[in-house]
């Protein structure tokens, strides 16, 4: 599996992937910061990665269909402190292996993680 870590998120996302063995990169590695979320999930659609954000704009299903796209994955974290967002995202690791990212939203805060897919039910 293959990741995009957007800009507002920290970079230990990354390195917390590739040391489980997935191909992570971020917004800022790839000079593409302040880029408009459009030009983002683009390039996350053409390099065929999940997009990781904080930005619940990628959670509008109209403007980003999960059918078109390799995997959103939105924290909506009522505490966006970077131990909290660590905490948050570990576990959620275990969950790649057993659910799938492709063509699907991932809404995840810190009590569950609700999953749209194709059929566009949660």
Same mark, same amino acid.
């Given at each position: 599996?293959?990741?995009? $870590?957007?800009?507002?998120?920290?970079?230990? $996302?990354? =390195?917390?992937?590739?040391?489980?063995?997935? =191909? @992570?990169? /971020?917004?800022?590695? *790839?000079?593409?910061? &302040? *880029?408009? +979320?459009?030009?983002?999930?683009?390039?996350?659609?053409? =390099? !065929?990665? /999940?997009?990781? /954000?904080?930005? /619940? +704009?990628?959670?509008?299903?109209? @403007?980003?269909?999960?059918?078109?796209?390799? &995997?959103?994955?939105?924290?909506?974290? !009522? !505490? *966006?402190?970077?131990?909290?967002?660590?905490?948050?995202?570990?576990? %959620?690791? +275990?969950?790649?292996?057993?659910?799938?990212?492709?063509?699907? %939203?991932? $809404?995840?805060?810190? !009590?569950?993680?609700?999953?749209?897919? =194709?059929?566009? *039910?949660?």
């Amino acid at each position: 599996m293959k990741f995009k $870590i957007d800009e507002n998120l920290p970079g230990e $996302i990354a =390195e917390m992937l590739r040391q489980q063995g997935y =191909e @992570a990169s /971020t917004i800022l590695e *790839q000079n593409l910061g &302040g *880029q408009n +979320d459009r030009k983002v999930a683009m390039v996350c659609r053409a =390099e !065929k990665r /999940t997009l990781i /954000t904080l930005d /619940t +704009d990628f959670s509008n299903i109209r @403007a980003y269909p999960p059918e078109k796209f390799f &995997g959103i994955i939105v924290l909506r974290l !009522k !505490k *966006q402190d970077k131990p909290h967002v660590l905490d948050v995202f570990r576990p %959620l690791m +275990d969950l790649f292996s057993k659910e799938q990212l492709q063509s699907n %939203l991932w $809404i995840v805060d810190e !009590k569950r993680v609700r999953i749209r897919g =194709e059929e566009g *039910q949660f």
